[in-house]
T-cell receptor, first 112, second 112 residues
Framework: DVKVTQSSRYLVKRTGEKVFLECVQD?????MFWYRQDPGLGLRLIYF???????EKGDIPEGYSVSREKKERFSLILESASTNQTSMYLC???????????FGNGTRLTVT | GENVEQHPSTLSVQEGDSAVIKCTYS??????FPWYKQELGKRPQLIID???NVGEKKDQRIAVTLNKTAKHFSLHITETQPEDSAVYFC???????????WGAGTKLIIKP
């Protein structure tokens, strides 16, 4: 069974802090994704990566960056956290184009 | 670009009755349509998907229908049970594209 692990379940940070969210998958998947989930807005794609060191912007990349140095790990970075980045962050992976996504349990980030 | 609209936003049905959730999409090139279920506090999980070369797919009490001409697809749950209570998301994508375009979600409530 595919396992996607996010490093933190809950995180509280202060405005202006640099925040790292880590995601690791154990199925050698090519593609990895970072989503943000807010009530009434569904799932919004922040960034995705289809290969090591490759990254593509999603729908809402502003204020975020990503890093994929190894195939199994995809990191989301908030350069300077702001209160409007308080949200649930979901990492996902997939084998290829048009294939199902496997999600992690999510990180609920609160920025105060 | 592609847009996916999902209705209703909340659906309340009596246990044992059927539930139907509908999604419409805008890009006629879309050819992959998954449905995800997210129980409270848990990760979204794929429950069923359909590709554009078929009109219907069933898996026990769950079925998905696709009308390419009208550009809409629907999730049907029969003989609903308490464990069906969750938020359901539809999505659409083109096989050549890494991104899924998501609906806003439907909260399904099963009344005892």
């Amino acid at each position: 069974d595919v396992k996607v692990t996010q490093s933190s379940r809950y995180l509280v940070k202060r405005t202006g802090e640099k925040v790292f969210l880590e995601c690791v998958q154990d199925m050698d998947h090519e593609n990895m994704f970072w989503y943000r989930q807010d009530p009434g807005l569904g799932l919004r794609l922040i960034y995705f990566s289809y290969d090591v060191k490759m990254k593509e912007k999603g729908d809402i990349p502003e204020g975020y960056s990503v890093s994929r140095e190894k195939k199994e790990r995809f990191s989301l970075i908030l350069e300077s956290a702001s209160t409007n980045q308080t949200s649930m962050y979901l990492c996902a992976s997939s084998t290829g184009l048009g294939s199902p996504l496997h999600f992690g349990n999510g990180t609920r980030l609160t920025v105060t | 670009g592609e847009n996916v609209e999902q209705h209703p936003s909340t659906l309340s049905v009596q246990e044992g009755d059927s539930a139907v959730i509908k999604c419409t999409y805008s890009d006629s090139a879309s050819n992959y349509f998954p449905w995800y279920k997210q129980e409270l506090g848990k990760r979204p999980q794929l429950i069923i998907d359909i590709r554009s070369n078929v009109g219907e797919k069933k898996d026990q009490r769950i079925a998905v229908t696709l009308n390419k001409t009208a550009k809409h697809f629907s999730l049907h749950i029969t003989e609903t049970q308490p464990e069906d209570s969750a938020v359901y998301f539809c999505a659409a994508s083109i096989d050549s594209n890494y991104q899924l375009i998501w609906g806003a979600g439907t909260k399904l409530i099963i009344k005892p």
